[in-house]
């Protein structure tokens, strides 16, 4: 039987936040253990969801008393990790999170797929 199914496009989608914590606009989020956006570390449980598109200070909130809005489903530039650099023969293939701006070539939280590298830094489809 035909049935209506409500949609989104899913590239910017809402993520509450965890409490005491601050989301700077360009910057990977990772959701923690509980499912809140923290910035995006080593930090282990995190998974990565996105790129944050504004900046929001949750420090003296609870765990989703603000939410952020976090773009995915595209390609965003991070810096190169100095002491696990991201190479071409990752292409295609997992990169991983260093700190909220910077992906490397090990690690344990998946930032995404390497798409390519230029001279502005590493391409990462999320």
Do not use: H
Not at 1 to 25: C, F, H, L, W
Not at 64 to 91: M, T
């Amino acid at each position: 039987m035909d049935r209506k199914t409500s949609y989104r496009d899913g590239e910017i989608i809402p993520v509450q936040i965890a409490a005491n914590t601050v989301i700077y606009a360009g910057n990977m989020v990772c959701t923690n253990a509980a499912g809140f956006a923290v910035l995006a570390s080593t930090t282990a449980g995190l998974t990565t969801v996105g790129m944050a598109t504004e900046f929001i200070d949750n420090r003296d909130g609870a765990n989703g008393d603000a939410f952020v809005l976090v773009r995915r489903g595209k390609a965003f530039n991070f810096a190169n990790s100095s002491s696990a650099p991201v190479s071409q023969a990752l292409i295609g293939k997992s990169c991983y999170v260093a700190d909220s701006q910077t992906v490397a070539a090990t690690g344990d939280i998946v930032a995404g797929k390497v798409l390519f590298i230029d001279a502005d830094g590493i391409w990462v489809d999320i």
